[in-house]
């Protein structure tokens, strides 16, 4: 069999392919390469005016989920919405329930400040106005006035009591008393009880009827000073009015389009004359709150809280990285006077869904998992299409505090998540909410074909990176390279990775790399360059492996023939970093029942798939050797020095050499390793990694030797379009040092591997007795035989001696 030519070992990219000298001559694309599927379920999703079509984004990190989402909505955000601006005011009639008022993008802004400019004026015009002797007059005649009235109206009680002799004295402030004289001076209890019964009968009957008419007169009192402070208030009101009608009729009729605020602006206009001691009064404690909540020192109760304040017109975008429930659904601060916790509604704070609301809110999934309450207020927001700021201290607690009830705001927000598939189909299982609230799954695809179209649509795409980056534009080589390296990374020559973070960390290092040579263009050789360093530190525990095959630790043969011993091939990964290991395989053979010994598995080291594995093989042997008689020879398989867990059933080809090979005595060239899966009809299936087998077995032939010219490695046939192989095994192979054998049936392989014929059956289901095959047969036919003479010798015995 020949081995593979050039071509078929590494794809790579031809420049004519590319029609440019540089990136710079590119456009760079606005939207995300490769994602046509995912692009278009996001169309859908936010074109969708209906409840429920919220976007999760499945793919692994790295694709640029957020990006595309980004730039897509960037370019393609539906500009009739209107954006709003979102503030809470003090609800005059109930405190704990704040209003909400919702006003155009950037009326918010306005609105604060006028209400801002108002209560500035307000403090610094009142105390004035009511401390002038114009006002004051006014209001000192209002008092004399009412004064005099009820002085006049107390005199009469007292003129008629003098007629009577009978005193009316003040004992406490609105208290009177009505006391029988002697003379002048009031009657002692001697001096009374002294009198005639007559004279103390007419006293007290005097008495009697002037309680009646004081008590009148009180009456009449109390509802003059009802009038009075009526008039007072009024006075006060007036005065009022004069000072901020005009400036409040200014703002309602700027504001006369947003019923809201003209209805919240007649509040203020009736709450200024009921608060006024606000103004007039040095107030300690709502300095000391404003100081501690950072506020400005001015009324509390006309502040305006601006929630959410839009600066242009566009739909707000908001990506939250931290989702917890006070960063996502806002709260409500407080703060401490004198050892008393004080909130109001200008504490209030707005979450990230706030921020968003008319427009779109980008997460990621895991994190709103892990935060506790997180999920069930989002799905109850989505669900009531509404945001109530609720305390979680409340819903943690049992006890009933008082707290802020705000009136909720309308919510209207389309919520992307990002996540890996795993995520996704948990709570597809798990949470029969999730399927209504997010009926669009945007799925984004890990690789895109490799052609001509697509090479210049990748290079655009690098061309965009650069530019996003600031890094140094890349010439066409080195865009050739990068392409080709995203092969490698795909596992594919005819398609390309859409890693993008893995790109642009491939770009960033090339950039470095460039500049530290003081290069104008990220070269060829720079991205090989920045290849070559992360390979070069992410090995170290590479090379220690590669050391103990060095130093003949781990054995390994590249010469030579073994009869059961095959080198096998595998994969090592660690942290991001995978690389290939020569595995030595050996089997043996001994009389028996056929049945083939996993020593793996027997040891609990062989994973399931392992296992299966060797069950298939098994399965063919017997197909090929047991179908009229049974086989009387067992076998066992090892990986020898393993000392962990093997799974994967990658081995199984090699596996099956070796047990041929004991079977039939045939050596096995120890200069070839293979890889592949193997089938009970005795076809090869592809396996994962090949690149890196290929390539840790070219290390381990130099680490033991060198290359002699006929080693190689064997791999399936199916496995040849994802061979994108390093420069010095493709050199190696250019120069007739190595090779690399492709294989789609098991007897090829053992051809390859025994350098004898496996042999094809005849009709009669006989092997030639040269080839392989034959070699098994002859030796089971011996072993049948002998079994048969066997069994005639214990039947040919005396039957005592049982």
Known sequence: MKSLPLHQLYKACVLKELPFKTTRQLEPLAEIVGQNRAQEAVRFALAMPHGGYNVYAVGRNGLGKRTMMLRYLEHHVDTEHQSHDWCYVANFEEPRIPRVLKLPGGQGHLLKQDMDRLMTRLMKVIPQTFDSDSFLERAEQLKNEYGKKQEDELEKVAAQARRKKISLTVTTPGGYRLVAMNGDEPHTQATFDALSDEQRARFEDAINRLEKKLRQSLRKLADWEQEYAEKQQALNQETLEGISGHLLDDLEKKYGELPEVVAYLEAVRKDLAESLDIFLEDNEEQAAIAYASLD?????????????????????????????????????????????????????????????????????????????????????????????????????????????????????????????????????????????????????????????????????????????????????????????????????????????????????????????????????????????????????IRDQFYDSIRDGTTLVSTSGTCVGQVNALSVMSTGGFEFGMANRITATCYYGDGAVMDIERDVKLGGNIHSKGVMILSSWLSSRFALMDPMHLSASLTFEQNYGEVDGDSASLAELCALISSLSGVPVRQDLAITGSVNQFGEVQPIGGANEKVEGFFETCRLTGGLTGTQGVIVPQTNVKNLMLDNEVLQAVRQGKFSVYAVSKVEEAVTLLLGKPAGKADERGRYPKQSVFGMIQQRLDSMREHERQEHAKFEGKDPSIH
């Open 296 to 540: 400005r020192k001015m009324p509390r109760r006309y502040l305006v809280n601006l929630l959410v304040h839009q600066k242009t017109n566009e739909v707000p975008v908001v990506v939250e990285d931290n989702p917890t429930y006070h960063n996502l659904f806002g709260y409500v601060e407080s703060v401490t006077y004198k050892g008393t916790v004080f909130t109001d509604f200008s504490l209030i704070r707005p979450g990230s869904i706030h921020r968003a609301n008319g427009g779109y809110l980008l997460m990621d999934a895991i994190k709103v998992l892990e935060q506790p309450f997180v999920w069930d207020g989002l799905k109850r927001a989505l669900r009531s299409r509404s945001l109530q700021i609720n305390s979680l201290e409340r819903e943690l607690t049992l006890s009933g505090t008082i707290s802020l009830e705000p009136e909720p705001i309308p919510l209207d927000v389309k919520i992307v998540l990002f996540g890996d598939r795993d995520t996704w189909m948990l709570l597809q299982e798990y949470d029969a909410e999730f399927a209504e609230l997010f009926r669009v799954t945007a799925d984004f695809e890990n690789e895109m074909w490799r052609n001509d179209d697509s090479q210049l649509l990748y290079a655009k795409f690098i061309s965009s990176l650069v530019r996003e980056k600031s890094l140094l534009h890349c010439s066409n080589k080195a865009v050739a390279r990068v392409i080709e390296h995203s092969s490698r990374m795909a596992e594919h020559q005819d398609r390309l990775s859409l890693h993008a973070a893995d790109i642009a960390n491939l770009l960033r290092e090339s950039d470095y790399w460039a500049r530290q040579a003081g290069a104008k263009l990220i070269q060829d050789s720079h991205v090989e360059q920045a290849l070559a360093s992360a390979r070069y530190r992410s090995s170290r």
